[in-house]
């Protein structure tokens, strides 16, 4: 019995269907999907078929994991799947068939005490192959980290995350293609080894500083190609030189304030981020006031006190500023903002970026009463994040629509506990508030 032309047509599609297109693909593509998986993955699909079973060789990522290999291992199987795991990154390195790598990433767990010799050899492979991002995750190794790292011409990319470790650095120094640095946890007892090592990174673009301790003599560190630059509560004494840094975010505590940028003239955007403390550290005022020709300031937390605690020295003029963003505000910050605000003609944007005033503040104190007053020069767009929709929040957005005479819009996005009864009554307020610019519009938004 013959099917009719619809039903063969049906059948045909199926058995169309039916095909492995995915495995029909070139190797080259597979080996490329492979190399975003985690390299104990892309083995595990050599069990699909015989088609698979040597394309994770083409790879040119290899990450290792010990904690993604183990998962979480019993003590009684902890040298038995330590010595597993050996074999298994050293199997994978054998079969490897091409000839460089782009990205070797190694996370070992701290619990695990591998043979240093073991460690050496695994980078020491990478690094034969030409590696181009080296991301090493070693825990307590003293001497995990080859010479042979501070000498690969091939490496872009380098990342070192480690329990306190003491960074040592050879005598020579050569990474000429070196674009990115992350240090993670390292304390430097040398400060040559510092000069060493920056000298020896002639391309350097990005550097990012983690809880980093330098425990030397002042140091002052010259790094003349450097745009980012991250600083995350570091201690010690270090002093960084950046001619053309860009982009900036320092985070500090009390006990981490040594380490300093100068040079600040081609900086365009800045972050500052004091934690647990009331006073902002020394580092941070030095460096506000230097980067007055920055376009973008973002002071959260206890920055937002650099507003507050001028004292005897003024302001200075940022005739580049165009976006502020402020964390934590109370009644004192508004009081200087006014000041701030007489020193930056170019300031389009200010964002509030945890509500406009502090739960403790009165009308009294928040209500501002200075000559000129603010957001009357070129202020177009007012950003309130978390907004509540008190009583002390429409005092001070009456003052603002009241004096920003050229303001476009503002945008409140609303604190999460704002319900719907509190919002259409919010709402109604806003409508009656009396503006100084005809063209401005009040939005409401969800968070």
């Known amino acids: 019995m013959r099917h009719p032309k619809k039903c063969r047509k049906i059948l045909e599609m199926g058995d169309k269907a039916n095909l492995d297109r995915i495995s029909s693909l070139p190797d080259e593509l597979l080996a490329n999907v492979l190399s975003f998986l985690p390299t104990l993955s892309a083995v595990r699909t050599s069990i699909l078929s015989s088609r698979w079973r040597y394309l994770f060789t083409l790879t040119r990522n290899l ?54 010799p073991h460690l050496l050899l695994w980078i020491a492979a990478a690094i034969l192959k030409g590696v181009q991002h080296l991301d090493l995750c070693i825990g307590d190794h003293p001497n995990a980290l080859p010479s042979c790292i501070f000498d690969c011409q091939t490496l872009t990319v380098l990342e070192v995350f480690t329990h306190p470790y003491d960074f040592s650095v050879p005598g020579l120094v050569c990474l000429p293609n070196l674009r990115t640095l992350k240090l993670h946890n390292i304390r430097i007892l040398d400060g040559d080894a510092v000069n060493r090592f920056f000298v020896g990174c002639t391309q350097l673009k990005e550097l990012y500083l983690h809880h980093c301790e330098f425990t030397t003599d002042h140091v002052r560190v010259s790094a003349t190609v450097l745009r980012n630059l991250s600083i995350f509560s570091c201690s010690g004494h270090l002093v960084i030189d950046a001619p053309k840094l860009a982009n900036l975010l320092h985070v500090c ?154 303001l476009q819009r503002l945008i409140l996005f609303k604190d999460g506990t704002m319900g719907m009864k509190q919002e259409l009554q919010v709402s109604q307020e806003l409508m009656l508030l009396p503006k100084a610019s005809t063209n401005c519009t009040i939005e409401l938004k969800e968070p």
Not at 102 to 108: A, T
Not at 359 to 374: A, I, L, M, S, Y
């Open 63 to 116: 990450s290792f994991n010990d904690l993604e290999y183990f998962g979480r291992p019993s003590l009684a199987k902890h040298e038995e799947r330590k010595m597993s795991f050996e074999r298994f990154v050293y199997g994978v390195l054998a079969l490897h068939r091409i000839s460089t790598i782009h990205k070797f990433s190694r996370k070992l767990r701290r619990t695990f005490n591998y043979n240093c």
């Open 253 to 406: 505590t009390p006990s981490f304030d040594g380490v300093g940028v100068k040079n600040l003239r081609s900086l365009l955007s800045v972050e500052l981020c004091p934690l647990l403390t009331s006073k902002p550290p020394q580092v941070l005022h030095d460096i506000i006031r230097s980067a007055n020709n920055a376009r973008e300031l973002i002071l959260k937390h206890g920055a937002v006190q650099l507003l507050t605690v001028i004292g005897n020295n003024p302001i200075p003029t940022y005739s580049k500023l165009e976006r502020l963003l402020l964390g934590d505000c109370c009644c004192d910050t508004w009081k200087y903002l006014m000041v701030w605000l007489e020193n930056s003609p170019q300031l389009g944007t200010i964002i509030f970026e945890n509500g406009l005033i502090e739960k403790n503040d009165t009308v009294h104190e928040v209500n501002p009463n200075v000559t000129p007053p603010p957001f009357s020069s070129n202020v177009k767009t007012v950003e309130v994040r978390q907004f509540r929709g008190q009583k002390l929040e429409l005092v001070l957005l009456k003052y603002l629509l009241e004096n920003a005479r050229v």
